[in-house]
């Protein structure tokens, strides 16, 4: 008897210890904050990232790479190739709405390979801590052109690291619910569709961002220079519009703009020699 109660105190123990190394989303805690955001602009993808900062690189249509001062690298609807340079990420984030969000054969070498889906109509919990980093992510549903619906198959991921709450809301297909907006929490940053049609109507899209009213929008999955600018020009007066064509977005928890600001990022893939 005296064994096993020892044992279940084991048991127990081990139990609260891992409940306290796992690190809590502060964008949750923290939903109703207003932090700041500071912009520096014009770094090659591999210079090192400024001290408290993320750099937020657009690749290629939902691909962005994100990058901490400790060296993490982090990619987004990672489809298998990100250019010339021979980068392995760390993490890589995938969505399953089409081919242009996933691959079924990332290298096996990438540390951490996150699904925005999981087995049929169950969708996926992630809640990666890397100390520097927290990834997690809120599940939303497929909706195809015919009226079909699975429940689940993708994920708007959220990244955390250096103060700031970044957002992917990837091939998003519906207003997210009460409790999704909930879940989410805080975004300080928003990488969001704007095509217009094969993910969320303009309308809708310009809903959420008014919800989430995030300090930086950037705007991604765009597939011409017009549906940009159809974008842009329905965003409205209550965004702010900064396009120097830039590839990349250094932000930090500095200052904060009076206004949601969209920031135009052209798509990039990475160079070796950059």
Not at 73 to 82: A, E, H, M
Not at 95 to 121: C, F, K, Q, S, Y
Not at 240 to 262: F, K, Q, Y
């Amino acid at each position: 008897m005296r064994g096993f109660c020892c044992l279940l105190w084991l048991i127990l123990c081990a139990t609260a210890l891992q409940a306290q190394e796992r690190r809590a989303s502060h964008c949750i805690a923290l939903a109703g904050a207003t932090p700041g955001l500071e912009y520096l602009h014009q770094a090659g993808w591999q210079d090192p990232v400024a001290l408290d900062s993320v750099q937020v690189r657009y690749i290629a249509h939902a691909s962005f790479l994100l990058r901490t001062e400790g060296g993490l690298n982090v990619v987004t609807d990672f489809t298998g190739f990100t250019g010339a340079a021979p980068l392995v990420p760390d993490v890589v984030t995938m969505n399953h709405a089409h081919e242009t969000h996933w691959t079924a054969h990332p290298d096996p070498a990438i540390p951490h390979v996150l699904r925005g889906w999981g087995p049929l109509e169950d969708g996926i919990k992630h809640h990666l801590d890397l100390g520097e980093m927290l990834i997690r992510n809120v599940s939303t549903d497929i909706r195809n052109m015919f009226g079909g619906v699975a429940a689940h198959g993708n994920s708007i991921f959220v990244f955390e690291a250096a103060g700031l709450c970044i957002g992917h809301l990837g091939h998003l297909h519906h207003v997210p619910t009460p409790e999704q907006y909930a879940a989410l929490g805080r975004l300080d940053v928003v990488m969001a569709a704007v095509d217009g049609g094969i993910t969320l109507p303009l309308d809708q899209m310009l809903e959420v961002l008014g919800r989430l009213r995030s300090s930086v929008i950037i705007p991604m999955h765009w597939f011409s220079d017009a549906s940009l600018q159809r974008f842009l020009a329905r965003a409205g007066p209550e965004f702010d519009v900064v396009n120097e064509g830039n590839s990349a977005l250094t932000v930090s928890l500095r200052s904060l703009p009076g206004r949601p600001t969209i920031h135009v990022l052209q798509p990039k893939y990475l160079a070796e020699e950059e």
